[in-house]
């Protein structure tokens, strides 16, 4: 499975989109992008997940570069409740999950 | 709701006592996996059960074991735990769809201290 690059932590405004990047410049084509937030002392969240066209869910957007080595998963109006380590996670259909480090997404008031 | 449910949440045992985690799921997936989380790191595969058959992870130690004895439940067992063995352990369960994505589902996970 392709490799991440997350930044390590980024700051939103209450009620701004929040916009995390993800760098996976080695993925392959059959290789899905994944998205997951860990709240504290919760488990791991699923939020979207793609493979090759942008994605929209109730929760989030993810747009997924035309050369799919990056993306960005888009949070329309973040709330104080969105506070949470973001997990970027490449991999192909029945490979396990590697977390990484994820991003530090503080929401402010 | 159809969920992934732990129990304990919470779970104090002794240096070296036998301890069991317990999962159960709603969402009848054929795959359940047991992730270990120390504190300030990223949560980490122990094995996976895909329908009855175990497939652990490679740097599993020995002292972790897991039970699966029907589709909603899975057990995690840690023989003689340690203090090093103090985590939030994960449950998460997925199955494969038509699409050919195996999304998973996690549980709130259960805090294991070892004193």
């Known amino acids: 499975d392709a490799k991440t690059t997350q930044p390590t932590s980024m700051d939103c405004a209450e009620g701004r989109a929040a916009n995390l990047p993800c760098n996976h410049s080695?993925?392959?084509?059959?290789?899905?992008v994944y998205w997951y937030r860990q709240i504290h002392s919760q488990g791991p969240q699923y939020i979207i997940h793609g493979l090759k066209n942008n994605e929209t869910n109730e929760m989030a957007s993810l747009i997924i570069t035309e050369d799919r080595k990056s993306s960005t998963l888009i949070l329309p109006h973040a709330t104080l409740r969105d506070t949470a380590v973001y997990y970027c996670i490449v991999k192909y259909y029945g490979n396990k999950l590697v977390f990484g480090a994820g991003t530090i997404l503080r929401v402010k008031s | 709701d159809a969920m992934v449910i732990q129990n304990p949440r919470y779970q104090v045992t002794q240096f070296g006592k036998p301890v069991t985690l317990s999962c159960s799921q709603t969402l009848n997936h054929n795959v359940m996996y047991w992730y270990q989380q120390k504190s300030s790191q990223a949560p980490k595969l122990l094995f996976h059960y895909y329908d009855k058959d175990f497939n652990n992870e490679a740097d599993t130690p020995d002292n972790f074991q897991s039970r699966r004895p029907n589709t909603s439940f899975c057990f995690l067992d840690i023989r003689s735990p340690g203090l090093g063995d103090a985590a939030m352990y994960l449950c998460?369960?997925?199955?494969?769809?038509?699409?050919?994505?195996?999304?998973?589902?996690f549980g709130p996970g259960t805090r294991l201290t070892v004193l």
């Open positions: 998460a369960t997925s199955t494969r769809d038509y699409r050919g994505t195996d999304t998973q589902y």
């Open positions: 080695t993925i392959s084509g059959n290789e899905y």
